[in-house]
């Protein structure tokens, strides 16, 4: 079975950073964009950022420049840099790739606790 796997939340004070890791089987990797999401307590999941296969980067508006998706082809891995974090941005952050070729699917990662507090 095919699996994201996130890393790098953390607990972190306001105006803080943190830079986010996902790997993807490189059979996603190659052919996919790469999403990130989040989920506050509460809340509905929402979308983040997203990088095509090309490295064009969208962002959600709350976003507001602070965070930069990428991508590490090397490594089969995206990245999400998170700075001047906010404590509304306290959610546990998700990847995800929706595969409409072999081996079609929706991906997601088991998440990664992002809390910004002082």
């Known amino acids: 079975q095919l699996q994201l796997v996130e890393s790098g939340g953390d607990l972190v004070q306001p105006g803080g950073s943190l830079r986010l890791s996902c790997v993807v089987p490189?059979?996603?990797?190659?052919?996919?964009?790469v999403n990130w999401y989040r989920q506050a307590p509460g809340k509905q999941r929402e979308l983040v950022a997203t990088i095509t296969v090309a490295g064009t980067p969208t962002y959600a508006d709350f976003v507001e420049g602070r965070f930069t998706i990428s991508r590490d082809v090397a490594n089969d891995t995206a990245h999400l840099q998170m700075n001047n974090l906010r404590p509304e941005d306290t959610a546990v952050y998700y990847c995800n790739v929706r595969s409409q070729i072999f081996p079609v699917g929706d991906y997601w990662g088991q998440g990664t606790q992002v809390t910004v507090s002082s």
């Open positions: 490189r059979i996603l990797f190659r052919w996919n964009g």
